[in-house]
């Protein structure tokens, strides 16, 4: 059964195609790597997925709802980790858990429960009361992770959820989501430029590029198509070698260039 269905999704920004007409589906229970260069549509495709965005072609089926007209039922049905900083940096760790899981309708006993199993996870419990502000990057972004899982999404996307981690970190969290994805088929899905993280972990690997979706299939699959040993010589036979312009740098001179036209 597949929990995500995609076709002909496309978004545009005036005459700036960011997303082109791509279709895909990811398994119930499937660890799906989504994997490109910078400003290849990553994080566009995610934010249309995850409601944030409203796509301008194409459709979405995610769980069973429509991002676009059942957005409230697709919320809580995923659990999302970006890349960009997104704790309350003036509430403390345990608020920002707290908050969360009341957002989500959990129970005083059953979020209380979970708030401490997932900080004693990544390893915060014993800041809890601290306020946020005094966290390190790598501290935040254990905690987004923990926030992320506090009420047992469906899906999780996780946007470069590693970012910044040290290699334990990485390891003590894939561990854990992998366990998550075999015990509870949570469907993870998340993009990455770890390429051994992609290698090591998904079942199935898309790349997108330009927009489009170039190529598709296990690291394995990959690799013998690219005729390559390693999945990073596969992605770089795939997308090219040139050093590409982060995605939000390149919307944010399309915005510019519409206002100044509009004047």
Not at 78 to 87: H, L
Request: net charge neutral; hydrophobic share 35%.
């Amino acid at each position: 059964m597949d929990v995500i269905k995609v076709k002909n999704l496309t978004k545009k920004f005036d005459d700036f195609t960011a997303v082109d007409h791509i279709s895909f589906d990811v398994a119930e229970g499937e660890i799906f790597a989504f994997l490109g260069p910078n400003g290849a549509g990553k994080s566009t495709t995610i934010k249309m997925l995850t409601t944030l965005l409203t796509p301008s072609e194409g459709t979405i089926e995610l769980n069973g709802h429509d991002p676009v007209n059942d957005s409230n039922a697709v919320r809580h049905s995923i659990g999302v980790i970006f890349q960009d900083p997104s704790v309350d940096d003036e509430l403390t760790a345990f608020e920002n858990m707290e908050f969360h899981g009341v957002l989500y309708g959990l129970s005083r006993k059953e979020r209380r429960k979970r708030i401490k199993e997932l900080m004693e996870f990544v390893e915060l419990w014993d800041r809890k009361d601290s306020l946020v502000k005094e966290f390190s990057g790598g501290m935040k972004r254990r905690l987004e992770i923990a926030r992320g899982l506090l009420h047992h999404p469906k899906v999780l996307f996780l946007d470069e959820p590693t970012l910044g981690l040290d290699p334990q970190t990485r390891n003590h969290m894939w561990s854990y989501l992998q366990e998550l994805n075999k015990t509870k088929k949570m469907t993870v899905f998340f993009t990455t430029h770890y390429m051994e993280e992609a290698d090591r972990v998904a079942k199935r690997i898309a790349v997108i590029d330009h927009g489009k979706i170039i190529a598709s299939g296990s690291s394995a699959e990959l690799k013998a198509q690219t005729r390559t040993e390693y999945l990073e010589d596969a992605f770089l036979a795939l997308t090219g070698k040139e050093i590409r312009e982060e995605e939000g740098s390149t919307l944010d001179r399309m915005r510019i260039h519409r206002r100044v036209r509009g004047r």
